[in-house]
């Protein structure tokens, strides 16, 4: 995957193919699921604790912005799995994030409450709430 993400940024060329998606949902505590494929095409799921069923919108995001986010996970380096395979304990809740290209996919999760600590996930679900927001117009993005 590290190839084909920098190949899109050195070209500027994003592949309509191309789907990021994190995902920190979970059943009792809710949680955001956003996808964003080549397209610019963004999708936002959230759904508050206690909630039933998720809010979803949808936008348009611009190839600045998405070039962007992928310098982001260009530099975090978002298909490296970091945090050690184990079983989940009850309850636990945990993130996804998901790169798709055509023959290529990869997917990594962190402990939601190991975010902040790893620094990785969380910096790409920060930039997808803002690029997410309804209007990014004159927002300066955190990288």
């Known amino acids: 995957m590290e190839n084909e993400l920098n190949t899109i940024v050195a070209t500027n060329i994003v592949p309509p193919e191309l789907t ?20 610019g095409a963004m999708e936002t799921r959230t759904r508050e604790i206690g909630a039933h069923e998720a809010q979803l919108s949808r936008k348009q995001i611009d190839e600045r912005e998405l070039i962007n986010l992928i310098r982001l996970l260009i530099e975090v380096r978002a298909w490296e799995q970091v945090t050690a395979e184990a079983s989940p304990v009850p309850d636990e809740s945990r993130a996804t994030l998901m790169l798709d290209l055509v023959d290529n996919s990869t997917r990594v999760w962190e402990r939601v409450n190991e975010m902040a600590a790893n620094n990785r996930l969380v910096q790409i679900k920060s930039l997808l709430e803002i690029l997410a927001r309804p209007s990014t117009t004159g927002i300066t993005l955190p990288f």
């Open 20 to 39: 990021i998606t994190y995902d920190d949902m979970h059943s009792l505590w809710g949680g955001t699921t956003i996808t964003v494929r080549g397209d």
